[in-house]
């Protein structure tokens, strides 16, 4: 298992590439609605401050590796629905 410090590293920087390519469809795309893009830029920023409050706040009764695995996969459920929805973008 990863300790928190890195953990909290790897989600920052991966939901800071998905607002970077959410900005960049926005940029390139000429049919983007700007309520669609404002809504997914909150998604994204609610998801990171999400996952990195629960790394902070184990759930207790939950073992520690358990809780992890367990935050990790929702966590790269999440990321793939975003990634879709930027897919769905264009």
Do not use: W
């Not at 959410?22 to 920023?45: P, R």
């Not at 992890?68 to 973008?89: E, H, T, W, Y």
Request: hydrophobic share 40%; net charge negative; charged share 25%.
């Amino acid at each position: 298992m990863a300790n928190r410090k890195t953990l909290k590293h790897n989600i920052e920087l991966i939901c800071s590439e998905l607002l970077a390519e959410c900005i960049a469809v926005s940029l390139y795309e000429t049919n983007v609605k700007a309520d669609n893009l404002e809504a997914l830029l909150h998604s994204i920023i609610k998801l990171e401050a999400h996952y990195i409050s629960r790394i902070s706040h184990q759930e207790p009764g939950m073992k520690p590796k358990l809780y992890f695995k367990d935050l990790r996969d929702n966590f790269s459920n999440d990321v793939n629905a975003i990634v879709d929805q930027i897919n769905n973008m264009h």
